[in-house]
């Protein structure tokens, strides 16, 4: 099963015999209070700077989302991406749940986007389905619906399915579908991770899809986030999760990592490289 998504002038293939694909998280101003200011002012300049410092420490693609109170998503959304695309040449992650401002955002896009997200409220499976087929991207699918993210993995399962099966209907083909199990906070749902990691094995096994998880918000208000997360993606990296969003800087080593160790880098060139480029960044002064 592969997904392809691009930019211009690159391609990056998801897939399950492949290397992880690391998704930068860091354009979205949930809990960022500098960039929320930024952009309900209008500014980039702080979007700009962000992109360019995700793919320098290794992200292969990029999310770009500015749901900010009392911003305006269909004006500003594609007016980050143009700005977005002027500094960096990796495929985007258009990230909004708005159908207008998903829309303006993919009319500028020059690529095949990955859009964040589709969900299984029917008003999100009707609008976002559409305009994601009308431009022709891939799509994530966050099994999550009216009444929220279900607490049990039986009903995150069923619906993937759905989702699948809606995206399909619409003319979306499975490959370019992702599914998102939802991931949350450990702290505030001791039994959370558990029910998640047997939701992205059964979907993985029962859909053959790739799948994607916002790796953070599992260590979210706890103590040693970036190990708990290195560990955490250990875990779902192996159970299929292989394109996750994540805080590069912080956990890309534990990413490598994994890869080396389960066989998704050949000779373990990857890890190696990336440790010979640490290791001559620290000496020099």
């Not at 099963?1 to 002038?9: G, H, Q, W």
């Not at 500098?34 to 700009?48: F, I, M, S, Y």
Request: with cysteine.
């Amino acid at each position: 099963m592969e997904t392809r998504v691009s930019s211009s002038t690159r391609e990056v293939v998801i897939s399950d015999s492949g290397p992880t694909i690391i998704i930068g998280e860091r354009i979205n101003p949930t809990g960022k209070k500098k960039l929320q200011e930024e952009l309900l002012a209008g500014r980039l300049d702080l979007v700009r700077s962000e992109a360019i410092q995700q793919v320098k420490d290794g992200a292969d693609i990029l999310d770009v989302n500015v749901g900010a109170t009392g911003v305006d998503e269909a004006v500003l959304l594609p007016e980050a991406v143009k700005t977005v695309m002027e500094v960096v040449d990796v495929p985007l992650c258009i990230d909004s749940g708005n159908p207008r401002a998903l829309e303006a955002a993919l009319r500028v896009y020059k690529g095949r986007a990955l859009v964040n997200s589709v969900t299984a409220e029917q008003t999100s499976l009707s609008n976002v389905l559409a305009v994601v087929k009308e431009h022709d991207a891939a799509v994530i699918g966050l099994t999550m619906d009216e009444k929220g993210i279900p607490p049990d993995a039986a009903r995150r399962i069923e619906l993937a399915h759905l989702i699948v099966e809606r995206a399909e209907k619409a003319g979306i083909k499975r490959e370019n579908v992702v599914i998102d199990c939802c991931n949350m906070p450990a702290a505030a749902n001791p039994g959370a991770p558990s029910v998640l990691l047997e939701s992205i094995d059964a979907v993985r096994r029962q859909l053959g899809v790739n799948l994607t998880l916002g790796a953070s918000n599992v260590s979210f208000g706890l103590p040693e986030r970036s190990l708990l997360n290195g560990v955490f993606l250990a875990m779902v990296i192996q159970l299929g999760v292989n394109c996750p969003v994540v805080d590069v800087a912080k956990v890309r080593q534990y990413i490598l990592a994994v890869d080396a160790l389960l066989g998704k880098d050949n000779y373990m060139r990857r890890f190696i490289q990336d440790f010979r480029k640490r290791q001559k960044a620290q000496a020099t002064p």
